[in-house]
Nanobody, 124 residues
C-alpha cells in the first residue's frame, strides 16, 4: 500500500488549501485515514481522522472549525480542506492509513502506512 499526499504550497494567512491523499495497492474503504503534521523543530502531531465510512471524523482542537477531513472511497482519495490558515499551521502534512478505533485515532502507532508528506507554509 502506498500513499501519495499532494496539494501543499505557500499561502498567506487567511487563505485556504485542500490537501489530497491518494492510496494505491489497497482499498481505501478498508482503512481509517488520519492526517498528521510536523512543524519545524517540533514533533509530529495529530490533525484529523476520518473513519472508514466517512461518517465519523475527529480533529485536533487547534484546527476544529477550520479544517474538514473527507474521503471518497470510490476515488481512493482522502482530502483535508484547510480554511482560515494561520502561520502556526505551517508544517509538513502527512496522511496515514490504519485501523484504529476512534479513541486511539490520534496515536501515530495505530497507523500502518504513511505518505511522504506535503509542505504547507502560511505567511503572516
Amino acid at each position: 500500500v502506498q500513499l501519495q499526499a499532494s496539494g501543499g504550497g505557500l499561502v498567506q494567512a487567511g487563505a485556504s488549501l485542500r490537501l489530497s491523499c491518494a492510496i494505491s495497492g489497497g482499498s481505501l474503504s478498508t482503512y481509517v485515514m488520519g492526517w498528521f503534521r510536523q512543524a519545524p523543530g517540533k514533533e509530529r502531531e495529530f490533525v484529523a481522522v476520518v473513519m472508514r465510512t466517512g461518517g465519523t471524523t475527529d480533529y485536533a482542537d487547534s484546527v476544529k472549525g477550520r479544517f474538514t477531513v473527507s474521503r471518497d472511497n470510490a476515488k481512493n482519495t482522502v482530502y483535508l480542506q484547510m480554511n482560515i490558515l494561520k502561520p502556526e499551521d505551517t508544517a509538513v502534512y502527512y496522511c496515514a492509513a490504519g485501523r484504529p478505533v476512534l479513541s486511539a485515532a490520534s496515536l501515530e502507532d495505530m497507523y500502518y502506512y504513511w505518505g511522504q508528506g506535503t509542505e504547507v507554509t502560511v505567511s503572516s
